[in-house]
Structures are given as structure tokens and as C-alpha cells.
């Protein structure tokens, strides 16, 4: 049978650009109308094949990646909207606020433990001296872990 490029392009729903381009080098065969004929089989196997190496998809193979890419998109909203998925910004500035804390409490300790230190030197009980510092770290360590995060505002 023979087609034009028109007619390859409606057949394949490629452009009639990207048709002649593929078919480079087939010599037509005849006259369709007042276009040139090509042999139906030979053009389309030029046309898929060129697809095929290029690792393109075709209409159909198209169509079902664009069906998982919509329902990909609609999966992340339905998880956004559950709060079971969290933008990435937001997550990062909480983790920014938790080790910004957590320094801060740290930072903390020896301007604690030096009036303890004094104190105990006068009187040296180094087990004593350990579990005041013991004492403090633990404290601190609780402080961070009831830290709440506070969501940023105009959201749930």
C-alpha cells in the first residue's frame, strides 16, 4: 500500500517533521495524490525502528507513562494532604531549629558545671562530681527531646 507523509502522520501520531526525518533515505515508490508514495511496511518499519533504537515511546506506551506520571502526582497530594509527606524546606528548617537548640543547651554546660566544680573542689568527692555533671547532661538531653516543633503559621 502506499502513503504520503500526511498520511504516515496521522497514522502514527508523530509530526510530519519528525516522519521525514526518519524515513531519510527511503526512495518513494510511487505518487499518492500529488504527494510521493512510500511502501506502507518499509515506512513503518523505519519509523519504529528509529523509535525503538532511540528507546522513544510509541502513542500507547506514551499514553501509560502519562497515566503512572498523573497518578504519581496525585499520590505525593494525597500524601501531602494526609500529612504524611512534608515539603522539604519545612522539614529542613525544623532540623535547623532541633541541632540549633540542641547547641545552644550544650553550649550550655560547663558555664553550669563550673559553680558546682568550685563548690565540690573545696570539698573533692569525684563520684559526686560525676553525677552532677551526669545530672545536668541528662537534663539537657530531656529539654531537647520534649522539644515541639512549631509548624510554620497559616498551616495545619
Given at each position: 500500500?502506499?502513503?504520503?507523509?500526511?498520511?504516515?502522520?496521522?497514522?502514527?501520531?508523530?509530526?510530519?517533521?519528525?516522519?521525514?526525518r526518519r524515513m531519510n533515505g527511503l526512495e518513494p515508490v510511487g505518487v499518492v495524490g500529488?504527494?510521493?508514495?512510500?511502501?506502507?511496511?518499509?515506512?513503518?518499519?523505519?519509523?519504529?525502528?528509529?523509535?525503538?533504537?532511540?528507546?522513544?515511546?510509541?502513542?500507547?506506551?506514551?499514553?501509560?507513562?502519562?497515566?503512572?506520571?498523573?497518578?504519581?502526582?496525585?499520590?505525593?497530594?494525597?500524601?501531602?494532604?494526609?500529612?504524611?509527606?512534608?515539603?522539604?524546606?519545612?522539614?529542613?528548617?525544623?532540623?535547623?531549629?532541633?541541632?540549633?537548640?540542641?547547641?545552644?543547651?550544650?553550649?550550655?554546660?560547663?558555664?553550669?558545671?563550673?559553680?558546682?566544680?568550685?563548690?565540690?573542689?573545696?570539698?573533692?568527692?569525684?563520684?559526686?562530681?560525676?553525677?552532677?555533671?551526669?545530672?545536668?547532661?541528662?537534663?539537657?538531653?530531656?529539654?531537647?527531646?520534649?522539644?515541639?516543633l512549631n509548624k510554620k503559621k497559616g498551616k495545619k
Amino acid at each position: 500500500m502506499l502513503v504520503s507523509y500526511n498520511q504516515l502522520s496521522e497514522m502514527t501520531g508523530k509530526t510530519y517533521r519528525t516522519i521525514k526525518r526518519r524515513m531519510n533515505g527511503l526512495e518513494p515508490v510511487g505518487v499518492v495524490g500529488r504527494a510521493n508514495g512510500f511502501d506502507s511496511a518499509a515506512a513503518l518499519e523505519l519509523i519504529y525502528q528509529h523509535s525503538e533504537k532511540t528507546g522513544e515511546l510509541g502513542l500507547t506506551e506514551e499514553r501509560a507513562r502519562l497515566a503512572k506520571e498523573q497518578a504519581d502526582r496525585y499520590e505525593i497530594k494525597n500524601a501531602v494532604a494526609r500529612e504524611k509527606l512534608l515539603p522539604a524546606d519545612e522539614v529542613m528548617a525544623a532540623w535547623v531549629r532541633l541541632i540549633t537548640a540542641a547547641k545552644i543547651q550544650m553550649m550550655a554546660i560547663p558555664s553550669e558545671v563550673a559553680p558546682i566544680l568550685l563548690e565540690i573542689l573545696e570539698r573533692p568527692d569525684a563520684v559526686e562530681i560525676v553525677e552532677r555533671i551526669d545530672t545536668i547532661i541528662k537534663r539537657v538531653l530531656f529539654d531537647l527531646s520534649n522539644l515541639k516543633l512549631n509548624k510554620k503559621k497559616g498551616k495545619k
